[in-house]
């Protein structure tokens, strides 16, 4: 099983990236997919989930608006579309596999698999 995050880089204040999560070794409809940040001095939190086997997704509150979740069964693929990118999103972005979004939302421990993160800096 590998999840390989990548898409990250530096980008002005109000800028946008997107954000790309290849799976390999399950499908997406087994697992949902999260990603998490974590900035320095700081801890790792969720940002966003996707279950694509039923469609249902998460978004951090900070994040609604400005994030938008997908997934593409064909390429066993999770993007995160991330826009109006702000100081406060700079951080290293994770993606990782569990069975729901639930745990996502409250806690980084005890997701079933992790991909490396990929750095994104939004700076003028």
């Known amino acids: 099983v590998q999840l390989q995050a990548s898409g990250g880089g530096l980008v002005q204040p109000g800028g946008s990236l997107r954000l790309s999560c290849a799976v390999s070794?399950?499908?997406?409809?087994?697992?949902?997919i999260g990603w998490f940040r974590q900035a320095p001095g700081k801890e790792r939190e969720g940002v966003s989930c996707i279950k694509v086997s039923d469609g249902s997704t998460w978004y951090k509150d900070s994040v609604k608006g400005r994030f938008t979740i997908s997934g593409d069964n064909a390429k066993n693929t999770v993007y995160l579309q991330m826009n109006s990118l702000n100081a406060e999103d700079t951080a290293v972005y994770y993606c990782?596999?569990?069975?729901?979004?639930?745990?996502?939302?409250?806690?980084?421990?005890?997701?079933?698999?992790w991909g490396k993160g990929t750095l994104v800096t939004v700076s003028s």
């Open positions: 990782a596999a569990d069975r729901t979004c639930r745990r996502v939302a409250v806690t980084h421990y005890g997701m079933d698999y």
């Open positions: 070794g399950f499908t997406l409809d087994s697992y949902a």
